[in-house]
């Protein structure tokens, strides 16, 4: 397995509080992707990164923000959690033109 | 832009039937070509690829060829087992749009004994 781990692996928090995800990998690979999953919408790209600081949006990134200080570590935050980023989130890694591994997911919950 | 589209489901079939789960494509450049899997409650995985026309990936008894003239990628199994059971993504990832992967909707599968 690509080494990738999503932290936390759940959460609830409450409307309005911040959030932040944690991805790391340990495979030096210079893509990672975050992605939410949501039924009946697939897999829908949120933010990427292509290297230390170089970061871009996907296509529903309103809400989110991402850095990426280290190869290793791509941190999503959600500034002021709302309802509809109840979702499972998805963190992958590539290198160009390769398949992409994927973590386990972290499930958040926002009430 | 880069897009994939895939067969709705859900699907539902009776163990040993054969199995195509249609996939289409459009890239502004030279992509290569995947299906993942995911399991309940798990990450995606990949389950093939190809990178080139014509190449045919293969796994698990689970083939796909890579169809540059009708920008396809279907997948199929000739005899499905109720272990099969689980969400496929068809993807794609262009070189010339760095390195993202865009996916499918996901076809939803289900296999009965």
């Known amino acids: 397995d690509a080494g990738i781990t999503q932290s936390p692996r759940h959460k609830v928090t409450e409307t309005g509080t911040p959030v932040t995800l944690r991805c790391h990998q340990t495979e030096n690979h210079r893509y990672m992707y975050w992605y939410r999953q949501d039924p009946g919408h697939g897999l829908r790209l949120i933010h990427y990164?292509?290297?230390?600081?170089?970061?871009d949006k996907g296509e529903v990134s309103d809400g989110y923000s991402v850095s990426r200080s280290k190869t290793e570590d791509f941190l999503l935050t959600l500034e002021s959690a709302t309802s509809s980023q109840t979702s499972v989130y998805f963190c992958?890694?590539?290198?160009?033109?390769?398949?992409?591994?994927f973590g386990q997911g972290t499930r958040l919950t926002v009430v | 832009g880069d897009s994939v589209t895939q067969m709705e489901g859900p699907v539902t079939l009776s163990e040993e039937a054969f199995l195509t789960i249609n996939c289409t494509y459009t890239?502004?450049?030279?992509?290569?070509l995947f299906w993942y899997v995911q399991y309940p409650g798990e990450g995606l995985q990949l389950l093939l690829k190809?990178?080139?026309?014509?190449d045919k990936g293969s796994n698990k008894g689970f083939e796909a060829t890579y169809r540059k003239e009708t920008t396809s990628f279907h997948l199929e199994k000739g005899s499905v087992q109720v272990s099969d059971s689980a969400v496929y993504f068809c993807a794609l990832s262009d070189r010339d749009n760095a390195g993202k992967s865009t996916f499918g909707d996901g076809t939803t599968l289900t296999v009965k004994p």
């Open positions: 992958a890694i590539s290198d160009r033109n390769t398949e992409a591994f």
């Open positions: 190809a990178t080139k026309a014509d």
């Open positions: 890239a502004t450049g030279y992509p290569s």
């Open positions: 990164s292509y290297g230390v600081k170089d970061t």
